[in-house]
């Protein structure tokens, strides 16, 4: 076979392809294999010339993991309509993935970082969580209608087998075929960075569980394991697993509700005058959008199996509320917790030895059975971990031809190897390290998704949409200049109104004792500056 008969896909051969013929018959699950799907269609499985890929393949085939990467699933594979429960699924999704301990944490933040009191906590959490649910859902919109990742767009061949099938990274539609890349770059940090957090306060639960006779790095490992033999099998297996793994989260989050309620300080207010209490108020709702937005680089990658058919309003809906319900469940329960510390000496003791100490404190009353939930609890954060571990594979096949002839499961095990160890090296730092993280990942992904939004209803819907057919021709891509300086002055914008432990801009410091402006002078600088700057690359270069 040369090498003009075979594509990035799982492919005939060109004869073969011409002749192929797709089975009537479709799946009726929502998110399967690309093998166990074809042999439910009655098709004929070709064989990938790269023999790593045709391992995986085998292991598909004998053991159900997922050989596919960012490659585009053709629409055979997929159903031909799009029902009520994948809409119901694309929602289960985002709710049980993010129902989880390290969202709580956001919430713990409002009242002993930023001193604010119950209500104006809750409040800012909600909408905060909102609005960052939104971004990520309009981001999600584009995997059903092109059957690619979050960072791969849709490509157009003769037959669903055919040739010149590639991948094609949706930024290179707004940032050019090189800048583009470093988009992927700061995904990978973003989903090692969750999962960094994800193990590390489940072992800081487990731990505190055993009264510190098992070690919180044992704990990190024992969490890392499982995530990544969840993500190792697949789509299908993480679909069916977010499908239910919000049930005994919501049952112990209603529980702790219920135990640590009581505690919880009702009358707490904001402290400070009026210019730092306005301050710490922005600066904890922009954090709270800063969690569910981080999600935008990787929301499409979930949904490259539903039906192309899929209204792009109902995939934006049940992205937003599955994303934004459990955001505001778990911040204002966090909100609440954090009120009580003050109070409470034994929670206050517990907090000063970590998190995940505190967590297991309040559900002491319960004695042994608190001690279950609070394992509960740590467990459940495999399911906000093994979305981001599946993308950060992902996107490390997106770095380059040669990395994606790496088959997906190598990857995995990077992933997983690189955030255990960082984990296990920064067991001390977890308070720091997440506020950090959760800050600057939303800089970059505001003036992300605000180019995005230009670039399709500015600029794309007057030329008549995305051209995907150019998809791997540099000259007939945007050379990209407009979006990496709108991309650049955005982050000029956010390095002046950051407000962190190591660094606080000059903006940051006008109010009160500061106030983190980073996301919101990030994105309006990028947004301002990107249309001018287009209008211009499109009026010189024409693309």
């Known amino acids: 076979m040369s090498h003009s008969e075979v594509t990035d896909e799982f492919i005939l051969p060109k004869e073969a392809a011409e002749s192929h013929v797709v089975s009537e018959k479709t799946h009726d699950h929502a998110a399967p294999h690309d093998y166990l799907s074809a042999v439910e269609n009655g098709e004929d499985v070709p064989v990938p010339p790269n023999p790593l890929q045709r391992w995986v393949l085998t292991l598909e085939r004998q053991a159900g993991v997922e050989a596919r990467g960012i490659e585009r699933v053709p629409e055979s594979l997929r159903a031909k309509k799009t029902t009520l429960m994948d809409y119901v699924q694309m929602c289960l999704i985002w709710f049980s993935a993010n129902l989880t301990a390290n969202n709580l944490m956001v919430g713990l933040l ?159 207010s904001t402290v400070g005058d009026s210019e730092v209490k306005a301050a710490d108020r922005m600066s904890f709702f922009f954090l709270c959008v800063s969690g569910p937005l981080a999600w935008s680089p990787a929301a499409a990658d979930f949904y490259v199996y539903f039906p192309p058919d899929a209204k792009r309003w109902k995939v934006f809906l049940s992205t937003t509320i599955g994303l934004g319900l459990s955001c505001v469940m778990a911040n204002v329960l966090g909100v609440g917790i954090a009120s009580g510390v003050p109070l409470k000496p034994e929670w206050n003791d517990a907090y000063q030895v970590s998190t995940g100490a505190l967590f297991v404190q309040c559900f002491q009353p319960l004695g042994t059975f608190g001690h279950f939930c609070s394992v509960i609890m740590a467990l459940g954060l495999i399911a906000n971990n093994v979305p981001g571990t599946y993308s950060a594979a992902l996107s490390f096949q997106l770095l380059g031809r040669w990395l994606m002839a790496i088959p997906r499961l190598f990857w995995t095990f990077v992933g997983v190897i690189i955030y255990t160890v960082c984990a296990c090296a920064g067991r001390n730092k977890l308070y720091e390290v997440f506020q950090n993280f959760l800050a600057l990942m939303g800089y970059w992904t505001a003036i992300w998704v605000a180019i995005t939004l230009e670039e399709e209803f500015i600029f794309r819907r007057r030329r008549g949409g995305y051209n995907w057919e150019v998809w791997n021709d540099p000259k007939k891509l945007p050379i990209g200049l407009a979006a990496l300086v709108a991309f650049c002055v955005g982050w000029v914008g956010a390095v002046l109104g950051m407000w962190q432990t190591y660094f606080t801009g000059p903006l940051a410091r006008q109010v009160g004792d500061g106030i983190d402006l980073g996301m919101p002078v990030a994105a309006s600088w990028g947004a301002l500056t990107y249309p001018p700057l287009r209008w211009l690359e499109l009026k010189y270069f024409g693309r």
Do not use: K
């Open 110 to 268: 409002g009242p002993l970082l930023f001193g604010l009191g119950l209500t104006d906590g809750m409040l800012l959490g909600t909408f905060g969580s909102l609005l960052g649910s939104a971004g990520a859902g309009y981001i999600s919109t584009f995997g059903p209608i092109s059957g690619n990742r979050t960072l791969v767009s849709r490509t157009f061949a003769l037959t669903e087998y055919a040739t010149n099938t590639r991948l094609q990274v949706i930024a290179r539609y707004t940032m050019g075929w090189w800048p583009s890349r470093l988009c992927v770059l700061l995904n990978i940090v973003i989903m090692l960075g969750y999962g960094l957090i994800d193990i590390l306060i489940a072992g800081q639960i487990l731990s505190a569980v055993n009264g510190g006779g098992l070690t919180v790095i044992v704990g990190v490992i024992v969490a890392a394991i499982i995530s990544l033999v969840i993500v190792v099998f697949g789509i299908r297996v993480f679909h069916t697993y977010e499908r239910y793994a919000f049930l005994p989260q919501l049952i112990v989050l209603f529980i702790l509700v219920g135990v640590a309620g009581p505690y919880f300080d009702t009358s707490s």
